[in-house]
């Protein structure tokens, strides 16, 4: 059984840095591909970034050059690490796994609350 799980979420200032990880179990094979999204109240969840099993990265409009995902080489875990931190950025965060059948899996998400 897959299960995700996301932590490292937390309160930080405004101007401030957090390191959320995510570790995809459960799989003998690695993930095809594995993101972060994003919920705020009272909006819709959005996407973060992305890192594919062969290593591209894409990121959404205001995490580039603030945000870098990573992965660890072989294994499903993957890191978000977020610098410049804004009040806008607070929302429960999600990690997100893609299996190569194309299944997608959710965690439970971890806080983020960025005080101004």
């Known amino acids: 059984q897959v299960r995700v799980l996301e932590s490292g979420g937390g309160s930080v200032q405004a101007g401030g840095s957090l390191t959320l990880s995510c570790d995809a179990s459960?799989?003998?094979?690695?993930?095809?591909?594995m993101s972060w999204h994003r919920q705020a109240p009272g909006n819709e969840r959005e996407w973060v970034a992305a890192i594919t099993r062969g290593g591209v990265i894409s990121y959404a409009d205001f995490a580039k050059g603030r945000f870098t995902i990573s992965r660890a080489s072989a294994t499903n875990t993957v890191n978000l690490q977020m610098n410049s931190l804004k009040p806008e950025d607070t929302a429960l965060y999600y990690c997100?796994?893609?299996?190569?059948?194309?299944?997608?899996?959710w965690g439970r998400g971890t806080q983020v609350t960025v005080s101004s």
């Open positions: 997100n796994a893609v299996s190569i059948r194309g299944d997608r899996y």
């Open positions: 459960g799989s003998t094979f690695s993930f095809a591909g």
